[in-house]
């Protein structure tokens, strides 16, 4: 049974099969807790005030099919999309659903995106971070435009100023988000950015996060190449 007034916190990882790092990483870090808990002092009491859940894979079946060393990849034959050959990351409800009933938002949705849409919606999260591969960066809401907005620069949510301090928490603490010579490929001033800002996305799961439940949700890209050797 859930404890009153105790935050619950997720993790999730490898939504594209061919982005592994922060698969890995959660499973490290879902050890370190285990063997932490009562011998390191930091982690029981994060422990005993936090109701952790950790999710290291949405995508094993990408993740077959992924291949180490690859460091780019963006269909089914490389493992980003699911077995249904779909993009995870575009398969949730958006904006556009907030006014149909819960089964009509369930139609059409891959497995796993319904299985992460019962999880999302069945408890009252508050935090969240969802580990990608392919930049260096933390990323917050929005990553979607509105009909109404202009389609470029950043979209703001009501809660941008507490997003961008998220990210730029994640981002201060990491050892080299904040290095622009890590990753090339992109610039991202203090190794942040606004989703859309970035390129805006249609049916991310960070976006249906913070429409459709209280979570604030983060996405965080820690690796340039997406399946990097061991």
Not at 45 to 67: C, H
Not at 125 to 141: C, I, K, Q, T
Request: glycine residues 8%; contains cysteine.
């Amino acid at each position: 049974q859930r404890e009153l007034l105790k935050p619950k916190v997720r993790y999730s990882g490898n939504m594209h099969g061919n982005e592994p790092v922060g698969r890995e990483m959660l499973n490290h870090f879902a050890e370190v807790l285990l063997r932490g808990y009562g011998r390191v002092d930091a982690i029981t009491e994060l422990l005993d005030n936090t109701d952790i859940t950790i999710i290291p894979t949405i995508n094993p079946d990408g993740f077959d099919r992924g291949e180490e060393g690859v460091c780019s990849g963006a269909d089914y034959k490389t493992g980003r999309f699911n077995e249904g050959d779909r993009d995870l990351n575009r398969d949730f409800p958006t904006w556009r659903e907030m006014n149909n009933s819960i089964d009509n938002m369930y139609l059409n949705r891959q497995p796993e995106t319904k299985a992460m849409m019962d999880l999302i919606l069945s408890e009252p999260w508050v935090l969240s971070a969802n580990f990608h591969d392919g930049a260096v960066v933390a990323s917050y809401p929005y990553d979607d435009y509105r009909d109404d907005q202009k389609q470029r620069g950043i979209h703001k949510t009501p809660d941008h100023q507490f997003f961008k301090h998220l990210a730029s928490t994640y981002a201060t603490n990491h050892l080299t988000m904040m290095n622009q010579s890590v990753c090339t490929r992109w610039w991202f001033e203090d190794g942040i950015t606004n989703g859309a800002d970035w390129y805006p996305l249609n049916g991310g799961m960070q976006d249906f996060n913070y429409l459709f439940s209280n979570d604030m949700e983060i996405t965080l890209e820690l690796s340039c190449c997406k399946y990097p050797r061991k």
